[in-house]
């Protein structure tokens, strides 16, 4: 945790042995001080300068040395605008400029541009007008909202379609931007589109002139039009003559950034004698998509008597960086730049372009050297970065990957909308509840009771629900019972213990905000109810002050909701609390609520190329610059492209301008490094994997080809496997072989700091191979769980069964278990929200992106098939007639196998009611075929039907024991539906052909007592089968390669 502690000092705060927390004083870092370029840049003046230097240059550092001279001469920073390019980086800003300043400044301007145009709008726009920011994500909202009020004649019939959708409004909300970006009217936009013969942009104009009366009606305003409403103010003499006066001069850092919108406002202000101080580098302009101009620089120029200083010295990259660099920067358009940085002072570092087999061996190599980096290099995690070009699709596996070899990584949190973040979305599910006035339903009750407003797990759920099936027998089911009880708390009367507690408490709850929008309270009155009814605030605020980053986070999501709910004060009662809901469940963007969490450097940064701008790093590792990733050239699927918008013309965007934009943005990833650059790719067998990028090339060094893993491993695993090789080897000297067991002995006594053994496989008792076989009787637990796919795997490969259930040993998993994960997840909306096929592909086209794949062409060819499968799906959903009675229904029901009690887990995909039956439908998403012949014993399918025979969905259907056919619905397969196979119910055909009756009362049983002899044996021998050719463990399996030898592993 960091305290302020006056002026420019900050602290750590440190518990002691002792019991007491103690302020140990954290020094700050020196600062370096100016060069004579870096001074003249910074020295004050009137009139437009403008400081234009490559990468590590010391812009931000002259820029700071400006602000810090002017406020010693007697400035303050309420007479000086401060901009950066974001809220975060205005934070950075503010906080250094009060470090160097030593004092408290009163309305310190500095913030972003948006922040500035608004408070003049505030300070001098009309005072009868209160103007409401619309963030992003509540601007896409209103924008879906327009669209879906006008009459189907407004877009042209083929859009029909495509109107509705998310991606649409996107769209028509980017053009908007772009539109303002250029300071263009709705009556410009028809002029250029007229011109151009363009009905879509003609319709966008007329839908953007109503889009500004409404917004004007109700007093609010989005970012784009911001700015230009800012720019209208200037243009009245008085107020621009207020500002003049009240301003001393504006600093801009990161003036690239900048839109033709944004710059023409700061000209305005420089116009009206306000002094005009900017800084950049236009070979760093990444931020295109949001409208940052490419003339920034010489527009700047134009101003009469503006200033040009170039800085040229380099304070960052080493001689090998600066050389690959400037290869890269040659290639870039030379407008407005100033010319290539020269070295820093110091080693010549290196510089180093790789192409791996896979992905996997590219983030198995790059684990390995920045283990390397610190273990033998003496560097600290915190010094090296690694960077993609990709969000969400690239980090997240990564992350993983990389943790798993043992690094430690920092990940900035996810930019996701609000509605999306686990904590906003607990206290959204009970103001629904609460406004509704009704019980939830059945997956909200279990969502509310394993929410942090009550914490009753599934286990309780059950306790409390046949509880309430006792006291209630003739009010419903338990699931019913369950949600009744949070609107009904007089059902909990006689029930006691801590689940009944539980409930109470969550009723009461639910009950006070209820009460609060039914006396006309507003909404953030009934979510005050919900949230300070618990001890979750608490608990929160506990675990953010240990330092937990989830914890923060949670708090700063809900933190957001609060602040848009009071914002909404006029949402009052039951339908203002579903409004609120709905605007907050529509946003699709995150909102830029500048409070991202400071990363505590305890490990390595994993970032974004976009968000890696801001820093710097001792070693920098570039990863996946692959052909169709970076440079990524495809523009697919946009109806409306706000690039093509010109003040005077529609055009298309070149190949060209999109190659320079991603050419820039590996410029900036690859700059941010100090001493070492590592680039890579990957090649893939018969380039599946997608061909290295051609960027890799433009650095000037020689691309190196790596095959394989890494030969050794820098881990406690790997070292402790080497000395366990060494001891165990005959053809090692006995000197060897001694010393190598003197070392295991030593490292398994080894323990951290906090009492864990970092080294405990060098055990040997945790070594199989060298302890006796068991015997005797087993420790089997007395309750034998198993799921129908384990029971698939168990009678399969009873080593793959104990390999990847009992020891955990399965890797992650791959996209085609992704895909499978969104298929199921899709076919459940399509039952409980009631989707077709239209919004069941634009909910999957919402979410495919953030699908790992190793190569576009793959997740293209992929998503075709998906698409199809989702479409067959909707098509016999549509069609089908028998009733659905649950989807994802979770099942547990015991009965006695072998004389030991078996428990048969799992959940089904579908539950239906088929004349009068129960009968259970499995999804496939795979693409292997299976028919009638292969289903006949398929034990998944027959672990359903027993477990529907023994009451496992007593709560879905009272009383019914009589199983239907289950079925598999193998989706990538058929014309307009799916293939269907099914499997004899075992209540017409209880056993096989070639089964005794007298053995088993089903073929099930038999499956599940051959199942129980093995688990009981603790023997899981190895069973070459079909499986073998997909499973992670056939390298050392001793079925498949019968020459090897057992080995003390």
């Given amino acids: 945790m960091k305290l302020s502690v006056g002026a420019g000092c900050m602290g750590d705060v440190k518990f002691h042995s002792s019991g007491g927390w103690r302020l140990v004083r954290r020094l700050p870092a020196p600062t370096p001080e100016p060069t004579p370029s870096q001074l003249a840049a ?144 709705p009556e410009d936009v028809a002029r250029v589109a007229a011109a151009s013969g363009d009905v879509l942009f003609s319709r966008v104009a007329e839908f953007f002139e109503q889009y500004l009366t409404i917004s004007d009606f109700d007093g609010s305003l989005d970012y784009a ?49 306000v002094p005009l101080h900017a800084f950049g580098d236009p070979q760093q302009r990444i931020h295109g998509f949001r409208g940052a101009t490419a003339d920034v620089v010489p527009k700047l120029l134009a101003a009469p008597g503006a200033e040009l200083v170039q800085l040229t010295e380099g304070f960052r990259n080493s001689p090998a960086l600066a050389a690959a660099l400037d290869t890269v920067r040659r290639r870039l358009s030379p407008l407005g730049a100033a010319p290539s940085p020269s070295p820093a002072d110091g080693a010549e570092g290196r510089v180093t372009s790789r192409v791996y087999d896979d992905e996997g061996a590219e983030q198995a190599h790059v684990a390995q050297q920045l283990r390397q980096a610190v273990l033998s290099d003496g560097l600290a995690w915190s010094e090296l970065a690694v960077v993609v070009r990709a969000g969400r699709a690239q980090l997240g596996p990564l992350a993983r990957e990389l943790s798993r070899y043992g690094v430690p990584v920092e990940v900035a949190g996810d930019e996701i909308p609000l509605a999306g973040q686990l904590a906003v979305q607990v206290l959204l599910l009970a103001l629904a509840v609460a406004a509704r006035g009704g019980g939830p339903d059945p997956d909200e009750t279990g969502r509310l009771f394993t929410s942090p407003l009550s914490g009753l797990d599934s286990i309780g759920q059950r306790r409390l629900g046949r509880r309430l099936l006792e006291a209630h027998a003739g009010l419903g089911n338990s699931v019913q019972l369950l949600g009744r009880c ?88 039951p339908s203002g609390a579903r409004t609120f809901i709905t605007e907050v469940s529509g946003q699709e963007i995150p909102a830029d609520t500048g409070r991202e969490l400071e990363l505590v450097g305890r490990g390595v940064r994993l970032l974004t190329a976009h968000r890696a701008a801001s820093g710097q790093w001792r070693r920098v590792w570039v990863l996946g610059v692959q052909e169709g990733r970076w440079p990524q050239l495809n523009r697919r699927g946009l109806l409306l492209d706000p690039d093509r918008l010109a003040p005077d013309h529609l055009d298309a965007v070149s190949p060209a301008t999109v190659l320079g934009d991603e050419r820039r943005l590996f410029h900036v990833a690859c700059a941010r490094a100090e001493e070492e650059l590592h680039v890579s790719a990957s090649q893939g067998v018969e380039g599946e994997a997608g061909r290295p990028s051609r960027f890799l090339d433009e650095l000037g060094v020689v691309t190196e080809r790596v095959h394989g893993q890494p030969e050794q491993r820098l881990t406690a695993a790997a070292l402790v496997a080497e000395l366990r090789t060494v001891a165990s080897d005959p053809g090692t000297t006995e000197g060897m072989r001694r010393a190598a067991a003197l070392r295991l002995a030593r490292l398994a006594e080894v323990t951290d700091a906090d009492g864990h053994r970092p080294f405990r496989a060098a055990d040997p008792a945790t070594w199989w191979g060298v302890l006796e076989d068991s015997s005797g009787a087993p420790e089997v ?48 909306r399509a ?135 289950p079925a598999l619905l193998m989706l990538r397969h058929g014309d307009q539906w799916p293939e269907l196979v099914e499997q004899p119910s075992i209540d017409e055909k209880p056993l096989l052909d070639d089964e005794d009756p007298a053995d088993h009362p089903t073929w099930v049983h038999a499956r599940l007592a051959q199942a129980v002899e093995t688990i009981v044996s603790e023997r899981f021998p190895a069973t070459e089968c079909q499986a073998c050719a997909y499973c992670p463990f056939a390298d050392s399996c001793p079925a498949l390669h019968p020459s090897g030898k057992e080995v003390g592993a």
């Fill in 781 to 828: 637990p007395g309750v034998i769980r198993i799921t129908g796919s384990q029971l698939e795997t168990l009678l399969t490969c009873p080593r793959r069964w104990f390999l990847s259930r009992r020891v955990g040993a399965e890797a992650g998993r791959q996209s085609r278990a992704s895909v499978g994960d969104v298929v199921h997840l899709l076919a459940e």
């Fill in 486 to 573: 949070l609107v009904e708390p007089e059902l909990l009367q006689g029930i006691e213990g801590p689940e009944a507690e539980q409930a109470a408490r969550l009723s009461g709850l639910l009950h006070s905000a209820a009460t609060t929008l039914a006396d006309g309270g507003n909404v953030q009155e009934a979510l005050w109810r919900v949230w300070e009814a618990t001890e979750w605030p608490e608990r929160l605020r506990e675990a953010a002050l240990a330092g937990s980053r989830r914890a923060n986070h949670d708090l700063d999501a809900i933190v957001e909701l609060f602040e848009l709910a009071s914002r909404r004060e006029d949402l009052v009662g």
């Fill in 831 to 965: 039952v409980t929200d009631g989707l077709d096929a239209a919004a069941l592909k634009e909910q999957l086209a919402q979410v495919w992106d953030r699908i790992p794949f190793e190569a576009e062409w793959l997740s293209v060819s992929e998503r075709a098939e998906i698409e199809a499968a989702v479409e067959r799906f909707a098509n016999w959903n549509d069609a089908s007639r028998e009733q659905v009675l649950a989807v994802e229904a979770p099942f547990s029901v015991r009965l006695e196998v072998s004389g030991r009690t078996v428990e048969l887990t799992g959940t089904v995909d579908r539950l239906q009611l088929a004349d009068g039956r129960l009968r259970v439908l499995d999804l496939k998403t795979g693409r292997k075929l299976l028919r009638a012949r292969d289903v006949v014993d398929h034990p998944q399918l027959g672990v359903y039907q027993l477990a529907a025979s023994l009451g496992a969905f007593e709560e879905y259907a009272p009383g019914v024991r009589c199983v239907a056919p």
């Fill in 42 to 185: 910074a020295r004050p003046g009137d009139g437009v300068r403008v400081v234009v230097g490559g990468p590590g240059t010391g812009k931000t550092t002259a820029l700071i040395e400006s602000v810090v001279t002017r406020l010693r001469q007697g400035a303050s920073l309420e007479r000086l605008a401060v901009l950066a390019s974001s809220r975060a980086d205005a934070q950075r800003l503010r906080r250094e400029i009060l470090r160097r300043t030593g004092g408290a400044q009163v309305s310190a301007r500095v913030t972003t541009v948006h922040g500035l145009a608004l408070g003049w709008l505030q300070e001098l726009g009309d005072p009868d007008v209160t103007w409401r920011l619309l963030r992003a994500p509540e601007q896409e909202l209103r924008i879906r909202e327009l669209l879906a009020e006008l009459g189907p004649g407004f877009w042209p019939e083929e859009l029909l379609q495509a109107v509705p959708t998310r991606a649409f409004a996107r769209q028509v909300r980017e053009v908007l931007a772009r539109a303002r970006h250029l300071s263009m009217d």
């Fill in 225 to 273: 039009e911001l700015v230009y409403r800012a720019r209208l103010l200037l243009g009245d003499r008085a107020a621009a003559r207020s500002i003049a006066s009240r301003m001393e001069a504006i600093v801009v850092d990161d003036v690239q950034a900048l839109d033709a919108a944004q710059l023409a406002l700061l000209l305005d202000c420089a116009a009206a004698g």
